[in-house]
């Protein structure tokens, strides 16, 4: 959680991206690689341009909040769409434990809330994000998404927050950039 260009839950407030699999350049070059089939202006889409170019078949994936993914859904691409699940870890009772993040449009604050509103806003997201609070929801099966708790034990030990770990050491720098035009 970013505020005020500082991320909740880590001492380190500067994102960045580590080498992929032994080659600094692997992730750039899968997203350049990418990027050639994507519709003039992909880079800059936002959540509704998203939508509009999956609909409208300009691009056969999006990733998108389970919350608009009925929208996505046209008569026109009722046939040929597939929702996939989020990916898992195989438990030992042959369960599958999926891995979600709590996040998105409930966060956003309101530019138009009074200073009290926001304040109690950043309080609840500071409570939630506090190491006992976000340590609690992880060892209750939640997904932890602050560096703290995902290299706490005995949540580092727990196989199913190895990909948390990775997508975590890769966020780029873009989060702080994306929270100072905010």
Same mark, same amino acid.
């Given at each position: 959680?970013?505020h005020g260009g500082r991320i909740l839950g880590s001492k380190d407030a500067r994102c960045r991206r580590l080498p ?24 800059? $889409? ?42 898992? =870890? ?9 891995? $979600?993040? =709590? ?5 956003? =604050? ?70 100072? =035009?905010?």
């Open positions: 959680m970013v992929e699999h032994g080659s600094e350049r692997k992730g750039d070059g899968v997203s350049k690689k990418f990027v050639q089939w994507e519709p003039p202006g992909a880079l800059n $889409y936002g959540i509704s341009e998203n939508i509009d170019a999956f609909t409208q078949g300009k691009t056969a994936t999006s990733i998108m909040w389970a919350a608009v993914g009925l929208a996505m859904i046209t008569e026109q691409n009722r046939d040929k769409v597939m929702v996939v699940p989020a990916p898992g =870890i195989r438990q030992a009772d042959g369960s599958i434990k999926r891995l $979600y993040c =709590i996040g998105g449009q409930p966060w956003v =604050i309101n530019n138009f809330a009074t200073p009290e509103q926001k304040q109690v806003i950043i309080d609840f997201l500071e409570w939630w994000y506090s190491p006992a609070t976000t340590q609690e929801y992880a060892k209750k099966g939640g997904n932890p998404a602050d560096k703290a708790t995902l290299e706490s034990p005995p949540i580092r030990l727990d196989q199913s927050v190895e990909p948390c770990n990775e997508i975590h050491d890769s966020v780029e720098s873009g989060f702080l950039s994306f929270a100072e =035009i905010l």
